[in-house]
């Protein structure tokens, strides 16, 4: 099992920047994969960014070049670098982790990203 815990949300102003960082339960080395996720309020959840364990990376065509995921072994953390931020990007960002063996799907409770105009 992992248990993950996300921290950095808070209220921005449009055009400011936070660092979100999700610090796992236990090592992130062999995780098949990190993200995150986001929900705005009537929306479905959608991916924001995920990184591979072979440092791959993936972002939705609304966080590119605007946003950067990276990892931190040593830390058992994965952040997400925001920048650029709009009124759309509010929401709550949620931290998932993907492993192969055992094969599992896990999810943080989430941290609240609202962006002011």
């Known amino acids: 099992q992992v248990l993950l815990v996300e921290s950095g949300g808070g209220l921005v102003q449009a055009g400011g920047s936070l660092r979100l960082s999700c610090t796992a339960s236990r090592s992130i080395f062999s995780i098949e994969s990190m993200g995150w996720y986001r929900q705005a309020p009537g929306k479905q959840r959608e991916l924001v960014a995920a990184?591979?364990?072979?440092?791959?990376?993936n972002y939705a065509d609304s966080a590119k070049g605007r946003f950067t995921i990276s990892r931190d072994n040593a830390k058992n953390t994965v952040y997400l670098q925001m920048n650029s931020l709009k009124p759309e990007d509010t929401a709550v960002y949620h931290c998932?982790?993907?492993?192969?063996?055992?094969?599992?799907?896990?999810w943080g409770k989430g941290t609240l990203v609202t962006v002011s105009s």
């Open positions: 990184m591979s364990s072979g440092d791959k990376t």
């Open positions: 998932n982790a993907v492993t192969a063996w055992p094969p599992g799907d896990y």
